[in-house]
């Protein structure tokens, strides 16, 4: 559905300084009817892709296409303007406008854009559009009269309304508080997924990211860093970025003994044997990626096998859903997380076993980093 | 670089054709407006006298020789700069008073104080010329046949005829800008400065002059340079006081130059003339520029909405009350004297006697009066068009300067921005070298063009502060729901800031309505306006005339202008 190849995007310095590279070779395909994130933190280039994906900006060089069309190329000096590409877009700010009524606001792209809609049919649509996000009563409500949510539910109901190809969001969730927030990523999910519609979904938040999408990409500096299903990036990393972007875990440095599936690195914990990819050689420098949650309690009896290690408890910390347990294996700190009905008390001494197809073994951080182009 | 290579933004592209066709458009017309004037000034300035411009290859520097030998140019330079000094530091002190009592202390009467202001920045300077000479002149002014009769002084005590009466009488007019300027500079300021003074153990007046004026300086500096160069592209009180007094400063020497009363204008001179006042302004605009720069680096804004505590005058209010009601009646008198003159049929000085003799005659034989009638009418074109064909460019250029950051964009910026360092005067007698011998001289429309040309740098600095606060997002949602870009900014963009066209439109209407420069300069007998009228009657004399004239002026200006703007400003507070 959405072609993304080999995007270049520089911004001009200001105020006399240097030009600032938002984007270095970007390539990404995303299937028809896919709920596809962008993630990383904030300054990666997640809004410069979405809006070059928009025709809002456009890049230096690359391809991107739409359905088998092409929106730009620099090879053929192309751009379709923002205009006709015929999405629908959600920023972050909603931009909604308020000199109009909701009514007015999700009308406009049946009325002034390029597939305009006769009236009566128009008509039908924006309230077929505005019960969608239940909004149907409030039609003739002055848009600055709305809360936050129901704002997002009009800028959604906006971007869908004129049945676009591809439905672009930018951070919609951020504005909205706890608890709003999570009422509404299912209901964008539900949603689009009712309506079939591809969706390029934009954020920093990594829960949201996990728990809305069909494939994650994971950027950082204007990079690529991971391509996925959050599955895949969040159980098998392929860096200290993703996994420690992706949540808690614990890093155990160390140098790759054996490669390949049954790779096994020495660390100051002794060896480990786990997963890495096909890329390291014997001899790099690598990490060991335990999630707390992967660490499983053994039977004092299994203290000599594959990847069992006798740990001291130093601290307990009740959370309620978790338990947060952290333990001193030969002077290395570690984190579990266990179900709150564990009975273990500080000082305990214990086995634990950190189970092969749950240590994945990156590469130790490459440093690159976002900055002045050079 | 190893990377890509930057190519620039505007890359050729389907669609992208309307903005590309609206920027250029733009540039022409902006380059014509501003850069044709300025080149042909220097062309003039820089041709033999005998030669029209256009129609000689010689350059000659005869003019500059006697632009510099002349000994009166080193007066014509001091008489300037003492009199944009002086009247600018008096009203800049008149004006920082009124506006620390109005927004900093509990004075009765501040809300009308304001408001009064507000009227008054409408009110054209001509008129308050006209309204002091009829006080104040030596033979037959109210004011010293009053002082006559009453203490039989047989010399007039003042005159209105001399240099400290213009610089009074103009610190006096620049007073209203100065205090709207003023009075938002103190808003700005944070109170905790002034409260932090006082709870440590500072008097009022203590911390009046130890914290609020240092704290103010670098603010009230760069609006006493504003004002300065204000008051050295002033035309009509020098022109109108200043010549009688014999003080020619360097805009009426301009003026005389290129239309003499008596033999041929020398354009040569006079553009030579041009282009050092050009110069002299442009310096100071560049002073101002940075004076506000480094004004930012000290700011001491919170920009939160906050309620100061009002400092508590006690006894000293009788003073600030005081000081405020002269001000007031200072500026009420000329006015009222017009008024009275304006209802007699023939001119007297105010008496109780004369009162029997009011009549509305003056105005009914003005009214009926076809020149008149014409002149009216050429007025309501001249504001009209000239307002709306400013606002236009403007929210067009704004939008690039704002939103585009090509090249093209910040060419325009500059370009829209250059006539703020250009005296109008110089800008007329360029605009008049450029257009004399087209069939566009003598109509209104040169009248237009040069309005256009003085008005476009304030309006696009008012578009441009008020789109760079619209959330840009706004705009792009309307593109992507695949409106075109002129109907992104026509259904969306300007209805989001049209309290600020609004107000940029007025402004344009009402300072081309009070402007005689480029009426007088461009005059022929097909497009007089009110304000070259009103300065034909009073040249005839026709004193009754003049100032019924300049009462319909000011009450058709107050009647548009001041409830539009209350309606505007309340808007915008909510
Ligand atoms: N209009 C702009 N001009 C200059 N630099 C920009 C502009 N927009 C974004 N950037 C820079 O490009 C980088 C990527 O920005 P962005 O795509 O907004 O990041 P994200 O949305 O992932 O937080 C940032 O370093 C940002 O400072
Ligand atoms: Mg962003």
């Given amino acids: ?327 001193d294996i030969q002077g290395s700190k570690l984190t579990l997380m266990l179900n709150p009905y564990t009975a273990i008390s500080v000082g305990q001494e214990l086995t634990l076993e950190f189970p092969p197809e749950r240590c994945v073994i990156v590469p130790s951080e490459v440093p690159s980093s976002c900055g002045p182009l050079k | 670089m190893n990377g890509p290579t930057v190519t620039s933004n505007g890359r050729p592209g389907t669609g992208l054709d309307q903005q590309k066709l609206v920027q250029s458009l733009l540039l022409v017309v902006v380059s014509v407006l501003v850069l044709g004037p300025v080149l042909v000034l220097i062309r003039t300035s820089l041709a033999p006298s005998e030669a029209m411009p256009f129609e000689t290859l010689d350059f000659t520097l005869k003019h500059y020789a006697q632009l510099l030998q002349s000994p009166r140019t080193i007066s014509l330079m001091w008489n300037t700069v003492v009199y944009a000094l002086s009247s600018m530091t008096i009203g800049v002190a008149i004006a920082t008073a009124i506006a620390w009592c109005t927004e900093r202390t509990d004075m009765p009467g501040r809300t009308i104080v304001r408001i009064l202001m507000f009227a008054w920045m409408m009110v054209p300077a001509l008129v308050i010329g006209f309204g002091w000479i009829l006080l104040l002149n030596p033979g037959n002014g109210a004011l010293n046949v009053l002082f006559r009769e009453l203490f039989g002084y047989l010399q007039p005590i003042l005159t209105i005829y001399s240099f400290w009466s213009l610089i009074i009488i103009t610190s006096f007019a620049v007073v209203p800008t100065g205090f709207v300027m003023i009075s938002g500079l103190l808003r700005n300021m944070d109170p905790n400065l002034e409260l932090a003074a006082r709870v440590h153990g500072g008097s009022s007046w203590a911390t009046l002059t130890r914290v609020t004026l240092p704290v103010l300086t670098p603010g009230l500096f760069s609006i006493g340079i504003y004002m300065f160069m204000a008051v050295v592209q002033a035309f009509d009180l020098p022109l109108i006081i200043g010549l009688s007094a014999d003080v020619p400063v360097l805009s009426t020497r301009v003026y005389l130059l290129s239309s003499p009363d008596n033999g041929l204008p020398n354009y040569g001179l006079a553009a030579s003339f041009g282009v050092l006042l050009l110069v002299l302004a442009a310096g100071l605009m560049w002073a101002y520029m940075r004076a506000i720069r480094l004004g930012e680096r000290f700011r001491v804004v919170t920009g939160k909405a906050y309620r100061p505590k009002r400092i508590t005058l006690g006894l000293w209010r009788f003073a600030a009350i005081g000081f405020t009601f002269s001000y007031c009646a200072a500026m009420m008198l000329p006015l009222l004297i017009l008024l009275w003159v304006s209802l007699l049929p023939h001119y007297s000085t105010p008496s109780l006697s004369a009162f029997g003799g009011l009549s509305f005659d003056t105005y009914r034989r003005l009214l009926t009066n076809p020149m008149i009638s014409r002149a009216i009418g050429n007025t309501i074109i001249l504001v009209i068009s000239s307002a709306t064909i400013v606002m236009l460019i403007s929210c067009l250029i704004g939008w690039f300067t704002v939103r585009s950051n090509s090249r093209a964009g910040k060419i325009l910026d500059a370009l829209s921005f250059l006539p703020m360092a250009i005296p109008p005067i110089v800008l007329v007698l360029a605009i008049l070298l450029l257009y004399l011998n087209t069939p566009l001289y003598g109509t209104i429309w040169i009248l237009v063009l040069g309005h256009m040309t003085i008005y476009i740098s304030f309006g696009v600095r008012t578009m441009s502060s008020a789109l760079i606060q619209l959330h840009k997002e706004l705009g792009d949602a309307a593109l992507i729901s695949g409106a075109s870009w002129l109907t992104s900014l026509q259904k969306v963009t300007f209805p989001l800031v049209w309290p600020q066209i609004l107000n940029g439109w007025l402004w344009v209407f009402a300072h081309s309505a009070r402007d005689l420069t480029v009426p007088l300069m461009l005059m022929t007998t097909s497009n007089i306006v009110a304000a070259s009228t009103l300065w034909n009657l009073w040249q005839f004399p026709d004193l009754p005339g003049a100032a019924a004239l300049a009462m319909l002026l000011m009450t058709a200006l107050l009647a548009v202008v001041v409830p539009s703007q209350l309606y505007v400003s309340s808007r915008l507070e909510r």
């Fill in chain 1, 1 to 327: 559905m959405l072609l993304i190849e080999k995007l270049v995007k520089s911004y001009p310095g200001q105020h006399g300084q240097d030009a600032m590279l938002a984007l270095r070779d970007i390539s990404f395909k995303v299937e028809e009817g896919s709920f596809f994130t962008l993630l990383g933190p904030s300054g990666c280039g997640k809004t410069t892709t979405l809006q070059c994906i928009a025709g809002l900006e456009h890049p230096d060089t690359g391809l991107i296409q739409m359905g088998g069309k092409t929106m730009f190329s620099s090879r053929e000096n192309l751009i379709v303007p923002a205009n006709r590409r015929e999405l629908g877009m959600v920023f972050q700010s909603y931009a909604v406008w308020p000199h109009m009524t909701v009514f007015e606001n999700v009308a406009f792209p049946l009325v002034y854009g390029i597939k305009r809609a006769p009236t009566q049919e128009m008509r039908t649509r924006v309230l077929k559009a505005l019960e969608m996000v239940e909004l149907g009563q409030f039609a003739d409500r002055p848009a600055p009269l709305l809360s936050g949510g129901q704002q997002q539910r009009v800028a959604l109901a906006r971007a869908l309304v004129h049945a676009p190809r591809l439905l672009l969001l930018d951070e919609p969730l951020s504005n909205l508080d706890a608890k709003l927030r999570d009422t509404m990523r299912t209901e964008i999910r539900n949603l689009v997924k009712s309506l079939g519609i591809t969706t390029i979904f934009v954020t920093h938040d990594q829960v949201e990211a996990v728990s809305m999408s069909d494939q994650i990409l994971l950027m950082r500096a204007g990079k690529i860093v991971q391509q996925g299903s959050p599955r895949d990036i969040y159980l098998s990393p392929n860096s200290v970025f993703t996994a420690d972007f992706m949540g808690r875990s614990n890093l155990i440095t160390g140098v790759l003994d054996r490669s390949g599936e049954t790779a096994r690195a020495h660390t100051a914990l002794g060896p480990i044997s786990g997963v890495a990819g096909p890329a390291l050689k014997p001899g790099a420098s690598v990490v060991v990626v335990v999630r707390p949650q992967g660490i499983r309690i053994a039977s004092t009896s299994e203290s000599s096998g594959l990847n069992c290690f006798k740990a001291r408890v130093q601290n307990m910390n009740f959370l309620g859903d978790v338990v947060e347990m952290q333990v």
